[in-house]
C-alpha cells in the first residue's frame, strides 16, 4: 500500500493551493484521512481529518479557509486551501489508516509536498 500526494507549490498570501493524496495497493478499506504539516522547527501538526464517513474536522488556524474531501471510488483525499497565509508554509503530509486485502490494519504516510507562501 502507498499513498501519494502531489499539489505543492509555491503561492503568494491569500492564494490558493490544492493538495491530492491517492492510495494504491491491496486494499480493502480506508478508515479516517489526515493531512497533517511540519513548518521548519516545528513539530509535526494535524490539520485536517475526514472520517470513512466523510465527517470533517479542522485545526482552529485553517478552519473557514481549507477544505478537506474524499472520494472512496477512488481512494483519495484532497485539501483545498484557500487564503493561504505566511505561516501555512510547511511540509504536507497525508495519513491514512488503511484495511489491506488480508485483513491488516496499518498506518500509512505519504510522502512530504512542500507548500511555500511568500510574496
Known amino acids: 500500500v502507498q499513498l501519494q500526494a502531489s499539489g505543492g507549490g509555491l503561492v503568494q498570501p491569500g492564494g490558493s493551493l490544492r493538495l491530492s493524496c491517492a492510495a494504491s495497493g491491496s486494499i480493502f478499506s480506508i478508515n479516517t484521512m489526515k493531512w497533517y504539516r511540519q513548518a521548519p522547527g516545528k513539530q509535526r501538526e494535524l490539520v485536517a481529518a475526514?472520517?470513512?464517513?466523510?465527517?470533517?474536522n479542522y485545526v482552529e488556524s485553517v478552519k473557514d479557509r481549507f477544505t478537506i474531501s474524499r472520494d472512496n471510488a477512488k481512494n483519495t483525499v484532497d485539501l483545498q486551501m484557500n487564503n493561504l497565509k505566511p505561516e501555512d508554509t510547511a511540509v504536507y503530509y497525508c495519513?491514512?489508516?488503511?484495511?489491506?486485502?488480508?485483513?491488516?490494519?496499518?498506518?500509512?504516510w505519504g510522502q512530504g509536498t512542500q507548500v511555500t507562501v511568500s510574496s
Open positions: 495519513n491514512a489508516g488503511i484495511v489491506t486485502m488480508n485483513r491488516a490494519l496499518g498506518d500509512y
Open positions: 475526514i472520517s470513512s464517513g466523510n465527517r470533517p
